[in-house]
């Protein structure tokens, strides 16, 4: 059996991820980067209440608190949403490859 980062897409549970956190840097704030990730986090949710595979959230700090979670999410799942984050090189596009 391949380890969970090496799945194949047949065998990706979840359609959707977002992994972060909703405020960050006084930069993020005034660029409208921390709205957008809410908007992006609330829409998450209401479609997982409609079907639990369609897209998941997991909280991660700006420190790496829940990392493992996200990149188990990420390997689960066909699209791993990376919305700006509070620098231009956001951590969680390398952890979705």
């Known amino acids: 059996r391949l380890p969970l980062a090496a799945a194949r897409p047949a ?4 359609r959707i991820a977002y992994a972060g956190a909703v405020w960050g840097h006084l930069d993020s704030e ?7 990730r ?4 609330d829409e ?14 997991s909280w991660v700090s700006m420190r790496g608190s829940g990392a493992p ?18 620098t231009i090189s ?7 490859v």
């Open 11 to 14: 065998e990706r549970t979840t």
């Open 30 to 36: 005034a660029m409208g980067f921390n709205a957008w």
């Open 38 to 41: 809410r908007a992006i986090r």
């Open 44 to 57: 998450c949710r209401r479609q997982h209440d409609k079907d639990s595979n369609s897209c998941k959230w």
């Open 69 to 86: 979670a996200a990149l188990t999410l990420y390997a689960a799942s066909t699209f791993c949403l990376q919305p700006p984050g509070d």
């Open 90 to 96: 956001r951590s969680g596009i390398v952890d979705a």
